[in-house]
């Protein structure tokens, strides 16, 4: 273990089980705040290899967000209601796509700094492994993000052969 993260840990006030409630409706607004986000650029990063990762980082944030659904409500609160993602998605183009990438990796790594110590005050053990856990897969999120960022095409995996698929992606799933 991290010697700092331990220092932390000793010194970190633990959270009450009236607090606890509260705490995971916040890291319920902030995770579903990430997630709207990655959804909207989705419909916009028409560049194959990074939307296949936006659909993986989509889907993990789902299972969170059921997650911490189903621990609001088992500790007898309501699930908060969650913002739209913002509209102004920034820049297009595969640079602009990449951009996006690294933005969205900055905005990964920043929800996970501001609550990792908050989450280590948590003395409730499943809610703590369950956040911790989320905490843990969205570096990950942020690391696939940072590669995209800096253009690998490969970050999920490499095809056989090496052949790329060529185009992108269309914004939404049916054309009429």
Do not use: C
């Not at 319920?28 to 990655?38: D, F, S, T």
């Not at 993602?85 to 990438?101: C, F, I, K, T, Y």
């Not at 570096?139 to 995209?148: C, G, Y």
């Amino acid at each position: 273990m991290d010697a700092g993260l331990q220092d932390l840990q000793g010194k970190a006030e633990r959270v009450k089980p009236s607090e606890l409630l509260g705490l995971l409706e916040e890291f319920y607004r902030g995770k579903a705040g990430l997630l709207r986000r990655h959804e909207a650029l989705a419909r916009v990063a028409a560049q194959y290899d990074l939307n296949n990762i936006y659909q993986y980082v989509i889907a993990r944030e789902e299972q969170h967000e059921t997650w911490l659904r189903d621990a609001i409500l088992a500790s007898g609160g309501q699930v908060p209601p969650v913002p739209p993602a913002e509209s102004d998605l920034g820049p297009s183009g595969n640079d602009g796509q990449r951009s996006l990438a690294g933005r969205d990796a900055d905005a990964l790594e920043a929800f996970v700094a501001t609550w990792r110590p908050r989450v280590a005050a948590v003395n409730n053990a499943r809610h703590r492994l369950m956040l911790d856990l989320i905490l843990g897969e969205t570096l990950e999120q942020a690391r696939f993000f940072r590669q995209a960022a800096a253009g690998s095409v490969d970050v999920l995996g490499r095809r056989t052969g090496g052949a790329r698929t060529a185009g992108g992606v269309l914004p939404s799933r049916w054309v009429e």
